[in-house]
């Protein structure tokens, strides 16, 4: 069981930045493919960054060049640095691990909201 803790959510004008955090229990968190997730009320989640072991990033095109997913193993640690940022980045963001690197995210986090107002 891996549980997963975001933080770093709030609110932030258009062409701000935010730095989203998440903390994961296990041992062996440095071996996971992490994701972050988005999803707005009334649509589906929507992928928008992955890295792998041990340091490939994949984004979604719509964050690619503004967004910067990163980790720290030493602290079991997830990182989403979103730059320019845009009313459309709204959402409730997910982090996600898939310990087993399956392909499907295993685990979930509770959340943590972002608002980028106009």
């Known amino acids: 069981q891996v549980q997963l803790t975001e933080s770093g959510g709030g609110w932030v004008q258009t062409g701000g930045s935010l730095r989203l955090s998440c903390t994961a229990s296990?041992?062996?968190?440095?071996?996971?493919?992490m994701r972050w997730f988005r999803q707005v009320p009334g649509k589906e989640r929507e992928f928008v960054a992955a890295?792998?072991?041990?340091?490939?990033?994949a984004y979604a095109d719509s964050v690619k060049g503004r967004f910067t997913i990163s980790r720290n193993n030493a602290k079991n640690t997830l990182y989403l640095q979103m730059n320019d940022l845009k009313p459309e980045d709204t959402a409730v963001y997910y982090c996600?691990?898939?310990?087993?690197?399956?392909?499907?995210?295993?685990?979930w986090g509770q959340g943590t909201q972002v608002t980028v107002s106009s």
């Open positions: 996600a691990a898939d310990p087993h690197r399956t392909g499907t995210s295993a685990y």
């Open positions: 296990g041992r062996t968190f440095g071996t996971y493919v």
């Open positions: 890295i792998y072991t041990p340091s490939s990033t």
